[in-house]
Structures are given as structure tokens and as C-alpha cells.
DNA sequence: ATGGTAGACGATCTA
């Protein structure tokens, strides 16, 4: 069962090219985050041809998360329990072929100490709080997001260039770190280490030509969920296409 | 160069 996170940057934007890698690499579950729109403009239908169950989340313009999956999705939690009321569509759980997932986009926070940056903060105890909650159900479950926090200087190719910036803060790390503390695996460490692999490339600057990338985009594991956990990557491919996201798919698969 | 590029949306905001 392969499971997938890719932080798209506009579904509709980029719907040509992530149908075509969905066609290509037919994987059972993809977690969205930054469909940057409302469901009803949505492309369903779209999705749906290419052999996908769909559960969304979205708002006007910003943030948006969504589901999915080759298997029916149950159960969804739209919002990040208990808040989930929040106006900004950052979180969806739901559980598909036995296995429970959610899609977090958490905060970019902008610049360290800005209002942003403390609402990211919040987020983050909040994210805290609820996987803590669900690890009681002893359930393989992964959490697939956009987390906009570079764990360690190995997740960046110019660590002196972000040291105490935004995405790379001590408190951001610490924040990520007692979320890995409950009991959460970051899957991709599992079979990689040393610097790399990169998710993330700024548009700008010449980021991707020059590979001055972060790793940012996580899919933590319940330890149920490291029981079946058969390998990860990261599909760099999609960043060097024409119309491409910032971001690249992360994968990991279960037995 | 407090720059650079991309997306939504329709002037800026977010990243």
C-alpha cells in the first residue's frame, strides 16, 4: 500500500500534472495540502477518472487539504479536533483500507516572532494534543503534511543560510520534535541519512537548479504503522516539469 | 537588490 503527501500549490493549477503522475504511479493513498480553493470548484470529476475516492477540505484561496484514496474513505474529521471550526482549512483525518491518515498543512509562520509565527506555534501544540489523543487507538496511522519545519540541519542543503529562520527556528524544531516524542516516526529517516532528500524548493532565486532545497514535507508514523512500514522516498521528477509545484511528493509504502 | 517567483484574484496577500 503505498501513501503519498505532495503539497500541490493549486489543484487547479496543476491538475494536468498530477494526473498524469497519479496515471504513472497509481499510488492507493495521497494526502493534498494547498488545494487553494472551495470544494465545489474542486476538481472531482477529474480526480475521480483517474481511479480515486475523494474527501476535501478547502477555503477560498488559501490553504486546503484533501483524501485520496483507491478505497473508500470513513470516518472524515474536516478540522483539526477540537478546533475544527478553525477558518483555515489546515487538517483531514479519515481511515481507508484499515488505515487511519490525516493531510496537515501547518502554518508557514512567515518571519520568527511575527503573529504568524506564534499562530504556527499554536497550531502545532494543538496537532500535538489530538496525535497524542489518536495514539491511544493503537492504530496504524499516518500523518502526511506539509509541516513547514525543516527537522534538523541534514534537511537543509544551506543550513548557515536558514540558521534561526523561519521553517529551521529552535522552537519550531522543538515543537516537531515532541510530536516525534509521543511516539511518531518520520518515515523517510527510516531509510535515509545524511543530508537530504530535499521536498521543497523555492520558486525563486534559482532554488531548484542550484538543489538548495529543505525537507519539509513529513509522513509520521504511529508505531503500528513502522510495523508494516516497507520503504519511502522522494519522487523529485514532478519539481523539474514545466507548471510544476514548489513541493515534490513524498511516498512511503506498508506491507 | 528587505531582492527573487508563483497562485488566487482582481488590490494585495500568502508562501
Not at 543550513?159 to 516516526?185: D, V
Amino acid at each position: 500500500m503505498k501513501i503519498v503527501t505532495w503539497n500541490v500549490n493549486s489543484i487547479r493549477a496543476r491538475l494536468e500534472n498530477i494526473a498524469d503522475w497519479l496515471r504513472t504511479h497509481h499510488p492507493d493513498v495521497v494526502l493534498l495540502q494547498e488545494t487553494k480553493c472551495q470544494n465545489h470548484d474542486f476538481p472531482l470529476e477529474a480526480i475521480e477518472d483517474c481511479g480515486y475516492n475523494v474527501a476535501v477540505h478547502g477555503q477560498k484561496s488559501y490553504n486546503g487539504v484533501a483524501i485520496l484514496s483507491k478505497y473508500r474513505i470513513e470516518d472524515v474529521i474536516n478540522g483539526l479536533p477540537p478546533f475544527t471550526d478553525d477558518d483555515q482549512a489546515r487538517y483531514i483525518e479519515g481511515v481507508t483500507n484499515g488505515v487511519r491518515v490525516a493531510s496537515v498543512y501547518v502554518p508557514n509562520g512567515n518571519t520568527v516572532g511575527s503573529e504568524k509565527y506564534h499562530y504556527k506555534l499554536k497550531f502545532l501544540d494543538h496537532l500535538h494534543d489530538h496525535l497524542k489523543a489518536t495514539l491511544l487507538y493503537e492504530e496504524a496511522f499516518i500523518i502526511g503534511g506539509d509541516y513547514n519545519i525543516a527537522p534538523t540541519d541534514d534537511d537543509v542543503n544551506d543550513p548557515a543560510g536558514w540558521h534561526e529562520k523561519i521553517l529551521c527556528s529552535t522552537p519550531e524544531r522543538k515543537s516537531l520534535r515532541a510530536i516525534l516524542n509521543l511516539g511518531y516516526s518520520d518515515a523517510i529517516r527510516i531509510h535515509h541519512q545524511g543530508k537530504g532528500p530535499y521536498t521543497w524548493w523555492d520558486y525563486r532565486s534559482g532554488s531548484w537548479q542550484k538543489d538548495d532545497g529543505l525537507r519539509i514535507d513529513l509522513l509520521l508514523l504511529s508505531p503500528q504503522a513502522v510495523d508494516r512500514l516497507a520503504g519511502s522516498g522522494v519522487d523529485r521528477d514532478p519539481r523539474g516539469l514545466e507548471k510544476a509545484s514548489d513541493h515534490a511528493p513524498t511516498w512511503c509504502t506498508l506491507l
